[in-house]
């Protein structure tokens, strides 16, 4: 039904166009025989050029057949394209960096501006992991919530959690994450006001990598506009070390199992011979 509309409009059109380029061919070919020729060369310019169907003060509206645009909608469309693009030529800044400004100039922190940064999001790096370090630990009966950014986690000794990428630190660094939200073990629990004073969760980045692809999806009905895109979270992956700020119960050593010799009388069973 579509195509139908489309091709009566654009036999309609240049219908229209013929019309009126054989009516202006005729006035001036009349205009010339009155004005003894001096308007031929003019004339024939007109014939030979190419007649657009713009020019037409009837047929000048602008449509886009197969679609129900308007050069509004073509402009705003275009305008949001363009957007689009320009938040997708944003380049990638490292951790210390920020872009500011169209020009994307880079910006680096200072070391005040940087622990200020991280002490809001809810950690502080302290440095990278030696070889003579021993910070992990067995595990103990001990769980804390700590916050990270906006999400939270329940976590205990030698535990893995994944976070939104952390700024300002490398594989192998060690953290301490300072908003702990509550403590708990099987002898007492802490609740803090918001966060509990003196309390602190040990960790370590051990992985900066990227979550799953989600898939964004834009779509307008009738205007034929459609836009996929990608995205993959960057995300840090850290192990817990240590939980401070509560008494940890005393773990008994396992003693070992005693060994119980145990006889057995095995009673010799007599031969009895029976008569055929």
Known sequence: ???????????????????????????????????????????????????????????????????????EDEGSEDEYEESEEEEGEIDEVSDGEIAAGPGLQKRDYTPEEKEAVANEIGYKVIGPLERSDRVFKPYEPVFAVVQVGSHQFKVSNRDCIFTERLKFCEVNDKIILNKVLLLGSPTQTIVGRPNVPDAAVHAVVEEHALDAKVIIFKKKRRKNYRRTKGHRQELTKLRITDIQGIEKPEIPEPKKPVKIKVKRDTDKQEKVAVPA
């Open 1 to 71: 039904m579509a195509t139908r509309r489309c091709l009566h409009a654009l036999r309609h059109h240049a219908a229209a166009a013929v019309a009126v380029r054989h009516s202006v061919g005729r006035s001036f070919s009349a205009l010339a025989s009155h004005s003894g020729g001096s308007l031929s060369r003019s004339v024939l310019e007109l014939e030979t050029t190419p007649f657009r169907i713009g020019h037409l003060g009837a047929s000048s509206s602008w449509r886009c057949y197969c679609s129900g645009k308007t050069p």
